[in-house]
């Protein structure tokens, strides 16, 4: 099992910043894709930023340019730095953790952000 703990949410203004940061726990194994998803009112989730234990990145076109997704392996963490935060970014993110020879996945709690016009 894993468990991953989100923090770093909250109330922004457009064009301000926040950093996410999501800690994993467990049997995490070293082959493994960690990310960032987040789903608005009425709207699918949708995949934000995801980073391979390799280092490679993989970003929405959305937010290209704007976030930047980075882990600390020796701390099982992973982040989301948002710059130039717009109103249709808000959402709840939630982090997710894919094992990849396991063939499983699992998400965190989620943490609500709200941009303001």
């Known amino acids: 099992q894993v468990q991953l703990v989100e923090s770093g949410g909250g109330l922004v203004q457009a064009g301000g910043s926040l950093r996410l940061s999501c800690a994993a726990s467990?049997?995490?194994?070293?082959?493994?894709?960690m990310g960032w998803y987040r789903q608005a009112p009425g709207k699918q989730r949708e995949l934000v930023a995801a980073?391979?234990?390799?280092?490679?990145?993989n970003y929405a076109d959305s937010v290209k340019g704007r976030f930047t997704i980075s882990r600390d392996n020796a701390k099982n963490t992973v982040y989301l730095q948002m710059n130039s935060l717009k109103p249709e970014d808000t959402a709840v993110y939630y982090c997710?953790?894919?094992?990849?020879?396991?063939?499983?996945?699992?998400w965190g709690q989620g943490t609500q952000v709200t941009v303001s016009s």
């Open positions: 980073i391979g234990s390799d280092g490679i990145r």
């Open positions: 467990g049997s995490i194994f070293s082959m493994n894709i």
């Open positions: 997710n953790l894919k094992r990849v020879f396991q063939s499983d996945n699992y």
